[in-house]
């Protein structure tokens, strides 16, 4: 019995390592320390009262890079999206990001964060790369983008956030807690 304990005890570390090993080398994989510095609210690290801050999403005018951005670019020449937690996503909620649901329409239709607009992933990617751009042109494209699903084991958000961010967006941020633990958390929210 000792024996198959400790066997099963080896067995879950090293599915844990490649797990992790995994998740580094995929570039869509959940960053292990999100650059938190992007997020502050402290005015004394960045010079910048984030509560005093109103971001126009649909402001298009506008050639100002996002407060939020400074990300990675990759070397495709995008800048890579940021996962971020539930304090991060009230925040960019609070200077008014666009907020993207990309679950399907029935999800979303039942309920979503409110306000946030609804862009299935999978019909978002039944679209050329040129109907996705002129799908997008009426936002602003150094605005801040927040992309979020379900929650938990839904990657869709993630999916969304990056193709969003090919096609130029500056400033795409992936909250990975989605919409079941914004509701939870008593946030504001729009149902049916």
Not at 56 to 68: C, F, G, Q
Not at 137 to 153: A, F, L, P, S, T
């Amino acid at each position: 019995m000792k024996k198959l304990v400790k066997e099963s005890i080896v067995i879950l570390v090293i599915v844990i390592i490649f797990a992790v090993i995994g998740n580094i080398l995929n570039p869509k994989g959940i960053s292990l320390f999100p650059d938190e510095s992007r997020y502050k609210i402290d005015s004394t690290s960045s010079g910048i009262d984030y509560s005093k801050v109103w971001n126009d999403p649909y402001d298009t005018t506008s050639n100002k890079v996002a407060i939020l951005s400074g990300g990675e670019t990759t070397k495709e020449g995008y800048i890579k999206p940021q996962n971020i937690n539930l304090v991060q996503a009230k925040t960019l909620y609070d200077i008014n990001g666009l907020f993207i649901d990309g679950r399907k329409r029935e999800e979303y239709e039942k309920g979503h964060i409110k306000g946030a607009i609804n862009i299935p992933y999978e019909e978002f990617m039944k679209l050329t790369v040129d109907e996705r751009k002129e799908m997008m042109r009426k936002y602003n494209k150094n605005g801040v983008i927040v992309c979020y699903c379900e929650g938990g084991g839904c990657d869709v958000s993630i999916d969304l956030g990056y193709e969003i961010a090919k096609i130029g967006f500056n400033s795409v941020n992936i909250y990975l807690g989605g919409y079941s633990e914004w509701k939870a958390k008593g946030y504001p929210i729009e149902e049916k």
